[in-house]
């Protein structure tokens, strides 16, 4: 949350004021340099669950497409996975770049990636979703693996960002909550 430093009265306000100003000048500066988003994409929570999903899935020997991927997302973002080691949890954190960078080029083996169920929270412009996930090598084929997004949103007015995701997969010992396993999304 934004402080005001201790301030009061309307220094508190220029302050603030300040910081949403600066706010706002990075994100005009971040939207114009990053790919435009197919405009039906990115017109619900719905539609960019959906093309978030298919854009990082991928036939064998074809690219997960990326560029779809990032046009849903602000500049700026982090993506984060969490994994248990040693009776603690270590957290992953990759810049968009980082993301793109590690997940192009051909996939050796299939990856299909489905939402399995999903809750939504919105409040004002933010929203929070959960969304439950498998991944096959094949859409008919064998489950690889489950797990969990979470995922913060942001509409601008314009459209909805993703501006954060963490993610965790489903362990022998951490199985998804049932209330999430085998339910269909929205």
């Known amino acids: 949350m934004v402080g005001t430093r201790g301030?009061?009265?309307?220094?508190?306000?220029?302050?603030?004021?300040?910081?949403?100003?600066v706010a706002t000048m990075s994100?005009?500066?971040?939207t114009n340099a990053w790919p435009d988003a197919r405009p039906?994409?990115?017109?619900?929570?719905?539609?960019m669950m959906e093309a978030a999903y298919r854009a990082v899935s991928a036939k064998r020997g074809e690219e997960r497409d990326l560029e779809r991927f990032r046009?849903?997302?602000?500049?700026g973002s982090r993506l984060m996975a969490a994994a248990r080691a040693d009776g603690g949890v270590?957290?992953?954190?990759?810049?968009l770049d980082d993301f793109v960078q590690a997940f192009s080029g051909p996939v050796d083996r299939g990856v299909y990636e489905r939402e399995?169920?999903?809750?939504?929270?919105?409040?004002?412009?933010?929203?929070?979703?959960?969304?439950?996930y498998e991944v096959r090598?094949?859409?008919?084929g064998e489950v690889r693996t489950r797990g969990i997004n979470s995922l913060q949103l942001v509409?601008?007015?314009?459209?909805?960002?993703?501006?954060?995701?963490?993610?965790q997969n489903e362990e022998a010992d951490l199985p998804l909550p049932s209330s999430y396993a085998g339910h269909e999304p929205p």
């Open 7 to 21: 301030l009061t009265g309307p220094a508190a306000v220029i302050w603030l004021l300040a910081i949403v100003g």
């Open 90 to 95: 270590i957290v992953n954190v990759l810049s």
């Open 116 to 132: 399995l169920s999903r809750r939504t929270e919105v409040f004002g412009n933010m929203a929070h979703v959960w969304s439950a």
């Open 27 to 30: 994100d005009a500066q971040d």
């Open 40 to 47: 039906a994409d990115v017109e619900s929570i719905d539609a």
């Open 155 to 167: 509409h601008d007015g314009r459209r909805w960002w993703f501006v954060a995701g963490l993610f």
């Open 137 to 140: 090598e094949a859409p008919e």
């Open 71 to 75: 046009s849903l997302w602000r500049r």
